[in-house]
């Protein structure tokens, strides 16, 4: 079996599960942090337009990580990329062991089965399928054998699989390459809710405000009417002692005539 790397693997896992050209954009990335896009370009010889749908592809993916910064000198943002060495690593170990899974089903299925197959490789059925052809090939007539070294290919893959478990478990992730930390795992998220946290401060601010004059405006209206109350209280108590005082006025007048 030939040894192989853990660039070697996840060159095949980008090829896969992202698209061909994301494997060069991955040897570009290797090692570096916050990589410009323009560098990226120039570095590979592709237009910008061309290296940002593979960083988007990536992106989506969650295996590149960016952050932007206003340049200067032309006004415009720029971004920096970096690849997500351990959230890659992470879901490359999960598809490994899946398909590690899937292999030992299918070795598990044939050796619980018998299969037969065309002496010219058109059909391979089991045996009930077989029974409802009358053990003839379907497409030739010629009739069906069972098939013989079932589990040669199934027990490679399994040893391969596991090797390259082994190579990526065993992989160290670098200073460098350590990307997703506390505080960074979804930084664009955090600040959506930032964003949506401010925006519902001010969406709310307002109607405090109009909360806070409302509970003014009865306050205002309250005292007002305890002013008006105590003025025509004080008017009703004194008018008694004003009328006695007036009619003892009237009665020295009259004597003094």
Known sequence: MMMRDFNTIMEEFLREAVREDAVRVYRSLLDKKNVSEFDLAEE???????????????????????????DKEKGWYIYYWTFNMKYAKEVLLKRKREYLEKINKQISDENTKTFYKCPD??????????????FRCKDCEKVLIEEKEKFAPGEKAVAQVREDIKIVEDYE????????????KKPIKKAKKKKAERKTKKRSAPKQKSKKRKIARKAKKKKAERKTSSHVST??????????????RKKVRRLSF
């Not at 337009?49 to 990580?65: F, G, K, Q, T």
């Not at 108590?237 to 009328?243: E, I, L, T, V």
């Open 44 to 70: 590979l010889n592709l237009n910008i337009n061309a290296v940002r749908n593979i960083l988007y592809s990536l992106h989506e993916h969650n295996l590149v990580y960016s952050i932007r910064k206003k």
């Open 235 to 248: 008017n009703e108590d004194n008018s008694p002692k004003k009328s006695i005082l007036g009619r003892i």
């Open 173 to 184: 992730i670098t200073e460098i390459q350590e990307v997703a930390k506390e505080g960074e």
């Open 121 to 134: 490789n058109h059909v391979k059925v089991s045996v009930e399928e077989a029974m409802d052809y009358g």
